[in-house]
């Protein structure tokens, strides 16, 4: 450097200017947030849940897809994670409001599906499930079913290797 002293004394008016103390808060002056007490409310009784879901009873999230049932009719599809569904549990969305659902270790189960505005209900056993479509494009398919108790998150991929089942 060709000024050694210059620079010295510039990075020692630094120091000093970064060190200069703070002119002293006036007595009418707010309290600092830290000698605020902070209320929350006592969850740790409370299950856990994903903040990044709706609970049940919540609007279900502004970005749902407008899915329709172009998207996922009369394919099959495999859970690949679910809430309470067992994995690789394959449901078919046929063309006719069959739903098939066929489990790894049971023997499939026929009920039925509805799309009417905007919304899809799945019949199971004689009981309708309100079902929001979280996502859905041509490989994944994400739903959360309104079953008693607890909604029931699911997501399904595309599984081009099972065979569509048929219709009782």
């Known amino acids: 450097m060709r000024h050694p002293i210059l620079a010295c004394a510039l990075a020692a008016g630094v120091l000093t200017a970064c060190q200069q103390p703070q002119p002293s808060a006036s007595a ?7 000698e605020t007490p902070q209320v929350t409310a006592d969850t740790s009784q409370q299950p856990a849940r994903s903040t990044d879901q709706p609970a049940q009873g919540e609007a279900a999230p502004p970005d749902a897809p407008n899915a329709t049932p172009a998207v996922f009719v009369d394919k099959v599809w495999r859970v690949k994670s679910s809430s309470s569904v067992e994995a690789d549990t394959l449901y078919a969305f046929l063309s006719d409001g069959t739903l098939v659902i066929d489990s790894p270790n049971g023997t499939p189960m026929h009920g039925q599906w509805r799309f009417e505005g905007g919304k899809l209900t799945m019949v199971e056993e004689g009981h309708s499930y309100p079902t929001d479509i979280l996502r859905a494009d041509a490989s994944e398919l994400h739903l959360r079913s309104h079953n008693p108790g607890t909604p029931v998150d699911i997501v399904l991929t595309l599984a081009p290797d099972a065979p569509l089942p048929k219709a009782k």
């Open 28 to 34: 009418d002056a707010p309290a600092p947030a830290a």
